[in-house]
Each structure stands twice: as structure tokens, then as C-alpha cells.
């Protein structure tokens, strides 16, 4: 721990009312809770900035605000966002003051000034395939939102972003032009444990229905070694690549282990992510019900194992897309929240996990950092 003492880790929780946060030393035994900030906003996702040390929310109501002070206090910051449900903000890590924001209806918005002004993005409107993008997809509760945004920490100008229901998009001019990412994926795949349900007037059945799902990309992880080397999670399973998303790799833990939301990726490339079918769940769209656990994927998905020592064994739950997290120590921490208000930890990469916070709302956002 040396040079590190003076450091502090800090869990970032967004919820459907608010956002928590949650603060430790490097050693991450005792942690002290703040919050609720932001009340009455449903806050989908936090992003911290280390260059400028603001902290950014994402919010479903009514857009981005900004924190100069770790979030003990708020501004509103949405000033040229004519659509007002954000869910993701991404920090450019090369341009001080550049920011991203991805919105509902498939909007991507840029600031220079940290936030202080938005403008549209509207080159995205000629990506390829943007008419094929629908407004939803069918049994998603989503529909169209630009719901991602990740940078390469390496290559200045190349981003990735997500567009529910129509996979990962990358960029290498800042935005200029976009270049979807689909070689190696399923355009579809089985639904598994998926319970009868006769349709409505004689119509299609629920199982039948979803007898296939849609590929629907949920979240991205780029490797903090190589940023070349990403890894994927969708409805149709785990993926990685090795060439900035050129082809993908099925890397799935097992066929009826594949559907999950959150992934996360630590330093040593080892691969976290939380099934979103476990136990008895028999329900679209998605959860836990019964043991809840998470599976790591070391050599970047090469080797899986289900790892449960602390976590609960009768929940019913989900891990959502933002609500899964690492941080950059040594050994790493491991943070997720689910939507029944609980965050889990684990210092160990995993092997343990303990409870750090309960009886918060629905939880849609984890963010981890490290601060002075």
C-alpha cells in the first residue's frame, strides 16, 4: 500500500430515487455511506472525471447533472439536450472538458465545457444501418437509447458506443464516422428458461415467442492493458475481442449462463459478469431467483467459475447493465448492485463478498474510483 495511503475509494450508487455513495481507504475494510443525493431523480449512472475531479449523473428524468465536490452538491447541466432521458456519459480521456452523453430515441450528445453546454452529435444519423434501428425490439424494456459510451485510453478519437438493439458502434474521428462492430455475432439465439404461457385470443405463445432472442448488445468492457482486447456481454452471450471489436469470440460460460447485463474486466484481464437466468427464474426479461452468483472468466473468459461465498441464497433480483464495477487496485475490488437495493463487494477477486449497503431503491448504476 505504499504511496497509496493517502488515496480513497469511492463506490458510486445510482438508483431509481438518487444516488449513494459509499468511501473507504485503499485497504477497503470499513466503509462509511453518504446519501441520499439527488432525490425524486431517477439516476441511471455516475461517471467520475480524474482530470477535472467532477462527478457526472446520468438521469432518466431530467438529464445530466454535475458534482464539484464528490456529490455533496449538484447542478443541474443539460443546457442543449432536447431529449432529457440520459443514460450513460462517457469522459473523454484525451480532451480535457469533453464529454459524451447517450440519450433515449438513439441521441448522442458532445460538451467541451465540462458539461456546461451540449451539442448533437449529428453525424450518427449516417452510421450504417441507422435506418434499420427501430424505436424497440419487442419484449425489451428499453427501447432505442444510445445506453454506452467507452474510450480507448490509448488511441486519441476512438470511442464505442452502444445502440440498444443494434450492437456496438466504433468511431476512430472523434465521431466523424461510425463503423458497426458485428463479425463473429449471433444475429439471434435460444431463450433459455423461458415458462409457457398461452397467447392472448389464441395467438402466439410466450414460449414460442421467445423461443429466439434478439443479439441485443448490453455492455462493453475494454482491457486496461491492451485496449484493443474487449470483451462483450448480450442476450446471446459473452465475447471477446482482440482487435478493437473487428471479430468476436464466443466466450461464454455455458449455454444456460449466457444472458447477463453488466461485465467488467480488471487489470489482469480476468472477466466478471452476473447471469441474469439463475435458480428458478422463469421470467422475461430476466433474473435471479434463488442463489445469487457472480462468474469470473480468467485469460479473459478462458476459464469460468461461479463464485457465491457471501452473496445470498434465496433472492429475487437482477444485476442491471451500469450496476456492475471494478476498481484499479491490487488485489482489485468487485462491485455490483442489484435491483432489490443491495450492493455486494468483494476485495478478493471475487472468492468472498460481503454486503455493503441495503434497503435503498431499485439500483441501476454501479461506478467505482479511485481519489486523493
Not at 467532477?54 to 443539460?78: C, H, I, M, P, Q
Not at 467541451?112 to 434501428?133: I, Q
Not at 477477486?349 to 454501479?366: E, F, H, T
Amino acid at each position: 500500500m505504499k504511496g497509496l495511503s493517502h488515496k480513497r475509494v469511492v463506490i458510486g450508487v445510482a438508483t431509481v430515487d438518487g444516488c449513494y455513495f459509499l468511501e473507504s481507504d485503499v485497504g477497503r475494510g470499513e466503509w462509511v455511506r453518504r446519501g441520499p443525493y439527488l432525490s425524486g431523480e431517477s439516476v441511471n449512472s455516475l461517471r467520475y472525471d480524474v482530470h477535472s475531479g467532477s462527478l457526472y449523473a446520468a438521469t432518466l428524468t431530467e438529464g445530466v447533472f454535475v458534482s464539484r465536490d464528490l456529490g455533496g452538491a449538484w447542478k443541474l447541466s443539460s443546457r442543449g439536450l432536447h431529449v432529457r432521458k440520459a443514460w450513460t456519459i462517457g469522459v473523454d480521456p484525451h480532451k480535457e472538458g469533453r464529454l459524451y452523453v447517450g440519450t433515449q430515441y438513439g441521441h448522442l450528445f458532445r460538451s467541451d465545457d465540462s458539461g456546461a453546454s451540449w451539442v448533437e452529435v449529428t453525424s450518427l444519423y449516417d452510421a450504417p444501418h441507422r435506418m434499420e434501428w427501430g424505436v424497440d425490439w419487442g419484449m425489451g424494456t428499453l427501447g432505442l437509447a444510445i445506453h454506452t459510451v467507452k474510450f480507448d485510453h490509448e488511441r486519441e478519437g476512438r470511442f464505442y458506443i452502444i445502440a440498444s438493439g443494434n450492437g456496438v458502434y466504433r468511431t476512430d474521428d472523434d465521431g466523424e464516422s461510425w463503423k458497426p462492430l458485428r463479425s463473429g455475432l449471433l444475429e439471434g439465439c435460444q431463450a433459455f428458461n423461458q415458462r409457457s404461457q398461452a397467447g392472448a385470443g389464441g395467438g402466439e405463445s410466450l414460449e414460442t415467442h421467445l423461443r429466439t432472442v434478439h443479439k441485443c448488445a448490453h455492455k462493453i468492457a475494454l482491457s486496461g492493458r491492451d485496449p484493443s482486447r474487449l470483451y462483450q456481454q448480450n442476450h446471446c452471450g459473452v465475447y471477446s475481442s482482440q482487435n478493437s471489436g473487428e471479430a468476436w469470440y464466443d466466450r461464454s460460460p455455458d449455454d444456460e449462463h449466457r444472458h447477463g447485463f453488466g461485465i467488467t474486466v480488471t487489470d489482469d484481464d480476468t472477466v466478471y459478469t452476473v447471469p441474469a437466468y439463475q435458480g428458478i427464474c422463469g421470467e422475461h426479461n430476466s433474473c435471479v431467483r434463488g442463489e445469487l452468483k457472480v462468474y469470473r472468466g480468467r485469460r479473459g473468459g478462458g476459464v469460468w467459475e461461479a463464485l457465491g461465498a457471501g452473496l445470498p441464497r434465496s433472492v429475487h433480483t437482477c444485476v442491471l447493465r451500469d450496476a456492475l464495477s471494478s476498481d484499479s487496485l491490487e488485489p482489485p475490488g468487485v462491485y455490483f448492485g442489484t435491483t432489490s437495493g443491495e450492493v455486494f463487494a468483494s476485495v478478493d477477486g471475487g472468492d468472498s463478498w460481503r454486503r455493503l449497503l441495503g434497503g435503498v431503491s431499485r439500483i441501476q448504476g454501479v461506478e467505482s474510483f479511485v481519489v486523493d
